[in-house]
Nanobody, 122 residues
């Protein structure tokens, strides 16, 4: 079965950096576009970034442009999200996901990981 396991979250200060990882299994990772999404307290899911199967194309939400970088290693079945210049409003549970469709800022996905918490202090 599909398994997506995120790691790398934690507490960061405003302006700091974190690198999230997602280990994927149970499907052919190299054939699938992958996504990062997040859910802040009291808010719905919003997409953060997506990457196609061979890293040819990437997509970023406006708030992530210039600060976040999505990447993947198909040999390791791993997805990454490098987050720089973090802001308190980036505080959220961050999810790795596949089979996603974006509608405006929101996102619906077929499979989600369990999430990793990112907390940014001011």
């Amino acid at each position: 079965q599909v398994q997506l396991v995120e790691s790398g979250g934690g507490l960061a200060q405003s302006g700091g950096s974190l690198r999230l990882s997602c280990d994927a299994s149970g499907f052919t990772f190299s054939n699938n576009a992958m996504w990062w999404a997040r859910q802040a307290p009291g808010k719905g899911y919003e997409w953060v970034s997506g990457i196609d199967s061979d890293s040819t194309e990437t997509k970023y939400a406006d708030f992530a442009k210039g600060r976040f970088t999505i990447s993947r290693d198909n040999a390791r079945n791993t997805l990454y999200l490098q987050m720089n210049n973090l802001k308190p409003e980036d505080t959220a549970l961050y999810y790795c996901a596949k089979g996603c469709k974006t509608v405006g800022r929101s996102v619906v996905c077929d499979y989600w990981g369990q999430g990793t918490q990112v907390t940014v202090s001011s």
